[in-house]
């Protein structure tokens, strides 16, 4: 068994801020014991538009954010999953989640695919889209696959994700107060139960800015459906949840409630 710990802070335009509170969380997940810290979407900055959006995003090598955080998880010996914004062609950015080991090196980064189109102007016009959904990859937690929060609402890339045998699916998210209160804990829980996989949900919470503000409640479902960790919705200082994923659980779960997939009646994602 390992100590996974999930994060929530409210990111503003202030990467320096950002910074500061995200040093604050893993301080607290080492204190836990945790192996593993799982950060947000956008936990670099949320900007008030996508113009400033495209301003402050900065690639990896010259972020003082993911320079600070590669620091982090070398001084405290952990690994860190954390969203951030690279620059992109045609003034647009990727909206990328990266895993950094205990070393302070960046060993994994994927690209969200699903982008959130509900308004105009939607994500489309700031965010390049991701074009592939990465392979499941070794950690101390167990082998885990990337996802970014829209990606939440299509069952297909998680069903992928456990096919190539990951143990813990991720989801970090900045869910919107109206949607989340409507479908985020019942979302997760689906995705859990339908892959026998933790599942991870790093979120954002309260107020960015005038115009925006996120839901919270980042969580840790087990594979059996079961909420095992979980923050609340009232920001007010970064936060961390934690729980043991267990190995042995997601074995029995597996072995006791086999999912035999009909790939002769419908294709295999």
Known sequence: MAIAAVGQLCSTANVSVNLTQCQRLVQKAAAAGAKALFLPEGSDFIASSPEETARLARSVEESEFVVGLQREAQQASMHINVGIHEPASGGRVKNSLIWIDEKGVITQ?????????????????????????????????????????????????????????????????????????????????????????????????????????????????????????????????????????????????????????????????
Not at 110 to 132: N, R, T
Not at 138 to 155: A, K, M, Y
Not at 156 to 181: C, K, M, N, P, W
Request: glycine fraction near 6%; aromatic fraction near 8%; hydrophobic fraction near 40%.
């Open 109 to 269: 980064r994927y690209h969200k695919v699903h982008l959130f189109d509900p308004a105009v102007p939607g994500e489309s016009k700031a965010v390049e889209k991701g074009m592939e959904i990465l392979p499941p990859f070794e950690t101390p937690v167990g082998r885990v696959g990337l996802s970014i929060c829209f990606d939440l609402r299509f069952p297909e890339i998680s069903l992928s994700l456990r096919r190539q045998d990951a143990h813990i699916i991720t989801y970090a998210s900045a869910f919107l107060v109206h949607t989340g209160r409507a479908h985020w804990e019942t979302l997760l829980r689906a995705r859990a139960i339908e892959t026998q996989c933790y599942v991870v949900a790093a979120a954002q919470a309260g107020p960015h800015n005038k115009e925006r503000s996120s839901y919270g409640h980042s969580m840790i479902v087990n594979p059996w459906g079961e909420v095992v960790a979980k923050l609340n919705g009232d920001y007010k200082e970064p936060q961390i949840a934690s729980a043991e994923i267990n190995s042995n659980l997601l074995a029995r779960v597996r072995k006791g409630m086999p999912l035999h997939r009909r790939v002769d009646l419908y294709p295999k994602i």
